[in-house]
């Protein structure tokens, strides 16, 4: 279904209105080509999407029949969202189911899962898992004041990879992490504290093909509980004076060394 939206009150439109300063209600919104045309190839459903007048002809042969389409005057589109949105495209998507960690307890095959806990800033969210993604990473562990995934900027600074990853409720973190490792999972805690294990020489202290990386907040990292109860916990030494890099930067460093000591990158499917 195709129809020219002029009254920008139609109740359909509601999801795209004062973008610039909220994140819509229910589901999450897509914006720009290159990212409305991955969620289109994806598996989420897809509930709208938003296209300025004269660039439906680009994104028409991507749309699911009865999914519906909008076009808008530019105009009108800049006065609907609060911005002149990226490259003339909107949508808007169904949110991807968060597992339960019980889910998570059963994979058996060697794999790394990345765990985020307090992460808040969107620009690190969207790099880290970006870098995930190209990582061979999958499966996600969001724990308690991590910032959702699903907001607007996150999904454009991932390059649309959040729609390729499983994500998990971490909510305990503390006791989840026990309950993992009596899995059989090893998990490593990045801090700063020269005791830690350095990164190099991390892999071959970890016997475990099942393994977590675990994240925390960009000013003060890890809560010292969740530190404690990883099976290991591990730091990147640093030259010239440096105490600290980017949270997102830091954490491709360590999910490149993991991937490549286990041998099972690449294993998105």
Known sequence: MIETMRDLNDPRLSPYRDLRH??????????????VQRLLQ?????QSVLIHEGRESKYLPL?????????????SGKELAGYDFHRGVLAHGVSPTIHPMEVFRHETQPSLALALVGLSDPENMGSLLRSAAALGVRDILLGPQTIS????????VSMAS??????????QPADQLRDLATAGFASIATILDDTAIPLIELPKTIPSKRRILIVGNEANG????????ATHRSTLPMKN??????????????????????GTDHVDG
């Open 222 to 229: 890890l809560p010292p509980e969740v530190a404690e109860a």
């Open 22 to 35: 909220r994140e819509t209600d229910g589901g999450f919104i897509a914006e720009g080509s290159v990212v």
């Open 162 to 171: 959040v729609f390729r990853h499983r994500f998990y409720r971490f909510d």
């Open 63 to 75: 749309i699911p029949e009865g999914v519906p389409v909008y076009l808008i005057q530019r105009e």
């Open 42 to 46: 994806s598996d989420l459903q897809v």
């Open 149 to 156: 995934p699903m907001t607007r900027r996150v999904i454009r």
């Open 241 to 262: 004076n440096t105490d600290s890099l980017n949270v997102g930067v830091a954490s491709a460093i360590f999910l490149y060394e993991l991937t490549r000591s286990t």
